[in-house]
């Protein structure tokens, strides 16, 4: 090879692994220090950075949980027996819970994880909380470094902002 290309080495490299039976090497002509011999490098260190770049993201990434939905149907007449409403005599409503998610939480990965759950996740913009479970009942997600420096001022001022005090 005259000039090094290094889409054509990778498709020489595919060709090779996939036919293992044949022989096949790669000799580059190319002069030190050169134009050419500097851009090979380039592309190389650029390829290897974003081999390790893509490592790094794959090992911080969340790994999704796939259930199958139809395994549990025989337990779908337990879950809709509440205990809690005379004795669990009373069966509960069949339709999908739902919560209300606050749009700026959409960044994180928590509405993906009640979504694939099977609860029905409606994004609103909420002035009070961050997630809305029943209408006098939510949620405000606060990180650790949040929690330390508001503790209940934070939530308590939210609150009363929403008019529920």
Same mark, same amino acid.
């Given at each position: 090879?005259?000039?090094p290309?290094?889409?054509?080495?990778?498709?020489?490299?595919?060709?090779?692994?996939s036919?293992p039976?044949?022989?096949?090497?790669v000799?580059?002509?190319?002069?030190?220090?050169?134009?050419?011999?500097?851009?090979?490098?380039?592309? %190389?260190?650029?390829?290897?950075?974003?081999?390790e770049?893509?490592?790094? =993201?794959? $090992? *911080?990434? +969340?790994?999704p949980?796939?259930?199958?939905?139809?395994?549990?149907?025989?337990?779908?007449v337990?879950?809709?027996?509440?205990?809690?409403?005379?004795?669990?005599?009373?069966? %509960?409503?069949t339709?999908?819970?739902?919560?209300?998610?606050?749009m700026r =939480?959409? $960044? *994180?990965? +928590?509405?993906?994880?009640?979504?694939?759950?099977?609860?029905?996740?409606?994004?609103?913009?909420?002035?009070?909380?961050?997630y809305?479970?029943?209408?006098?009942?939510?949620? %405000?997600?606060l990180?650790p470094?949040?929690?330390?420096?508001?503790?209940?001022?934070?939530?308590?001022?939210?609150?009363?902002?929403?008019g529920?005090l």
């Amino acid at each position: 090879m005259f000039e090094p290309n290094l889409d054509f080495v990778r498709r020489i490299e595919v060709y090779r692994n996939s036919n293992p039976g044949i022989g096949v090497r790669v000799y580059f002509m190319v002069y030190q220090l050169c134009c050419e011999e500097h851009k090979y490098l380039a592309g %190389l260190r650029r390829e290897k950075e974003s081999f390790e770049k893509l490592i790094k =993201e794959r $090992r *911080s990434m +969340l790994l999704p949980i796939f259930e199958d939905k139809h395994a549990g149907k025989s337990d779908a007449v337990i879950k809709t027996i509440s205990t809690r409403l005379a004795g669990g005599r009373k069966e %509960l409503s069949t339709v999908a819970s739902q919560v209300i998610v606050d749009m700026r =939480e959409f $960044r *994180s990965t +928590l509405p993906s994880l009640l979504h694939a759950s099977g609860l029905l996740v409606v994004p609103a913009m909420l002035t009070v909380g961050d997630y809305i479970l029943t209408p006098d009942m939510g949620v %405000l997600a606060l990180a650790p470094e949040e929690q330390k420096m508001h503790k209940e001022k934070a939530a308590h001022s939210q609150v009363r902002l929403g008019g529920v005090l």
